[in-house]
């Protein structure tokens, strides 16, 4: 994330993912981090989004787990016959289905 933060590659992608999409380049770069790794991608949410709009995205993150879980489940479980195909997608659907959630219980909670 830092070699991709001080190289612009990330500000450069959440500026033109912006624009195209019309989302605030801070919900992006913190979107495309937390893809990348988790935690990092939560922590990067603009305070000023309120809980019924980072509640969300945090829950996608959270389902999803980025790029750098994946891969370290990959490397402990190189010697065995998990399709990895069907983990990412299965991840995937995890962190939509996390999403649809917590968009469903933010109106309720908030």
């Known amino acids: 994330i830092c070699l991709l933060k001080q190289s612009g590659i990330l500000s450069t992608l959440a500026v033109w993912t912006s624009h195209f999409f019309g989302i605030p380049s801070e919900i992006v770069a913190a979107v495309l981090t937390g893809s990348i ?21 945090a829950s996608f993150l959270l389902g999803w787990g980025g790029f750098s879980v994946h891969f370290q489940t ?9 399709n990895f195909r ?6 995937l659907l995890h962190g939509i289905f996390s999403l649809i959630f917590a968009i469903i219980f933010s109106n309720i909670l908030f």
Do not use: C, H, Q, W
Request: charged share 20%; net charge negative; no cysteine.
């Open 37 to 57: 790794e988790m935690t990092s991608g939560i922590f990067m949410l603009p305070s000023f989004l309120g809980k019924e709009v980072t509640f969300p995205i």
């Open 86 to 91: 069907e983990y990412y997608t299965g991840k």
């Open 74 to 82: 990959k490397s402990v479980l190189a010697d065995n016959n998990l």
